[in-house]
């Protein structure tokens, strides 16, 4: 499986190259996803034993549980700081940003421009974490979305008020924050977990970088797969159902039914499975509490493997 890198812009050093704004942009790769790709030799191989064991699933979130957030006013919100959420991108120019009291701290700007549409929103390692689309990709027709991360970066002139902007963003192709299925916290906010029907990434929320970033071999609809994480090592298994070709003779779609086990810090795909049914399946996904064995269910079918290395 080939890792898709994709570029990061930083927005505010003085060091990179000037945006027709007046802004710093800069473009760069993540070099750890290189060091990765060295050790991509030595991964092994997942094979899928057919099962028929009597095992018990390990827990997984809840649909909730999968998506931390700061926005204010959130039950569940969490972070030192919050994001009053806004409707179709319409950020304020001086937009609030409260502490977890809903007292105001400062204001973030130029958050039209540079951010746009917004879906999720976690603060983690003194930084806002934000899915979005900006305007100009929408209006151009760009086949793009974000990862933008917003700190703060000093006070108003003349003012003991906090400022806040877009620092950095990282570009995704294909519409990644339309289709969200997962935007977690892991290992106590140090790594933040993305999925989305086109593919996952995994951040080191203290470096700002990406540990691993792939894209799927082909778009998965959001409705049609389920996903679970072992809970032993960080392998992420993901059950698809992909619309493939009209059958000649009866004109139906048919459809390919799978499941892909992904090493989820190297991006590297260990395991693929494909199912011997055509048609469309939702389908849910579970480990054993030990990680050697998955089973996946539907309305119509269910299958049980045992999982072992080559």
Same mark, same amino acid.
């Given at each position: 499986? $080939?890792?898709?890198?994709?570029?990061?812009r930083d927005i505010t050093s003085r060091d990179h190259a000037s945006h027709p704004s007046g802004m710093a942009? *800069?473009? *760069?790769?993540?070099?750890?996803?290189?060091? @990765?790709?060295?050790?991509?030799? +030595?991964?092994?191989? #997942? #094979?899928?034993?057919?099962?028929?064991?009597?095992? @018990?699933?390990?827990?997984?979130?809840?649909?909730?549980?999968?998506?931390?957030?700061?926005?204010?006013?959130?039950?569940?919100?969490?972070?030192?700081? $919050?994001?009053?959420? %806004?409707?179709?991108?319409?950020?304020?120019?001086?937009?609030?940003?409260?502490?977890?009291?809903? +007292?105001?701290?400062?204001? &973030?700007?130029?958050?039209?421009?540079?951010? *746009?549409?917004?879906?999720?929103?976690?603060?983690?390692?003194?930084?806002?974490?934000?899915?979005?689309?900006?305007?100009?990709?929408?209006?151009?027709?760009?086949?793009?979305?974000?990862?933008?991360?917003?700190?703060? %970066?000093?006070?108003?002139?003349?003012?003991?008020?906090?400022?806040?902007?877009?620092?950095?963003?990282?570009?995704?192709?294909?519409?990644?924050?339309?289709?969200?299925?997962?935007?977690?916290?892991?290992?106590?906010?140090?790594?933040?977990?993305?999925?989305?029907?086109?593919?996952?990434?995994?951040?080191?929320?203290?470096? $700002?970088?990406?540990?691993?970033?792939?894209?799927?071999?082909?778009? %998965?609809?959001?409705?049609?797969?389920?996903?679970?994480?072992?809970?032993?090592?960080? /392998? &992420?298994?993901?059950?698809?159902?992909?619309?493939? !070709?009209?059958?000649? #003779?009866?004109? !139906?779609?048919?459809?390919?039914?799978?499941?892909?086990?992904?090493?989820?810090?190297?991006?590297?795909?260990?395991?693929?499975? +494909?199912?011997?049914?055509?048609?469309?399946?939702?389908?849910?996904?579970?480990?054993?509490?030990? *990680?050697?064995? /998955?089973?996946?269910?539907?309305?119509?079918?269910?299958?049980?493997?045992?999982?072992?290395?080559?």
């Amino acid at each position: 499986m $080939r890792l898709k890198i994709n570029e990061s812009r930083d927005i505010t050093s003085r060091d990179h190259a000037s945006h027709p704004s007046g802004m710093a942009v *800069g473009y *760069g790769r993540d070099v750890s996803l290189h060091q @990765k790709n060295k050790n991509m030799a +030595n991964e092994k191989s #997942i #094979i899928f034993k057919p099962s028929n064991s009597v095992f @018990k699933p390990s827990e997984k979130w809840t649909e909730r549980e999968r998506f931390d957030t700061s926005f204010a006013k959130a039950k569940n919100a969490i972070g030192n700081l $919050r994001l009053p959420a %806004v409707n179709n991108g319409r950020y304020e120019s001086k937009h609030p940003i409260m502490d977890s009291n809903d +007292n105001l701290v400062g204001y &973030l700007s130029g958050a039209v421009s540079f951010i *746009g549409y917004t879906w999720d929103c976690v603060y983690a390692a003194n930084c806002f974490w934000l899915t979005n689309m900006t305007f100009s990709d929408t209006m151009g027709g760009v086949n793009r979305s974000n990862v933008t991360l917003v700190d703060e %970066v000093g006070t108003y002139l003349f003012s003991s008020t906090r400022k806040f902007k877009a620092i950095k963003s990282f570009d995704f192709e294909g519409h990644w924050a339309g289709s969200t299925k997962a935007f977690k916290l892991l290992d106590n906010e140090r790594e933040l977990f993305y999925l989305s029907s086109y593919g996952f990434c995994l951040f080191n929320t203290y470096n $700002r970088e990406r540990i691993s970033h792939v894209n799927f071999p082909r778009y %998965v609809s959001e409705h049609a797969f389920d996903f679970a994480i072992s809970p032993k090592v960080k /392998i &992420l298994a993901i059950a698809g159902s992909s619309m493939g !070709e009209k059958d000649p #003779i009866d004109g !139906e779609y048919r459809y390919k039914n799978f499941i892909w086990l992904y090493n989820l810090e190297s991006g590297i795909l260990m395991g693929e499975e +494909n199912l011997d049914t055509d048609t469309y399946n939702r389908w849910s996904i579970h480990f054993s509490e030990d *990680g050697r064995n /998955i089973k996946i269910s539907s309305e119509g079918a269910t299958y049980q493997f045992e999982l072992a290395t080559k």
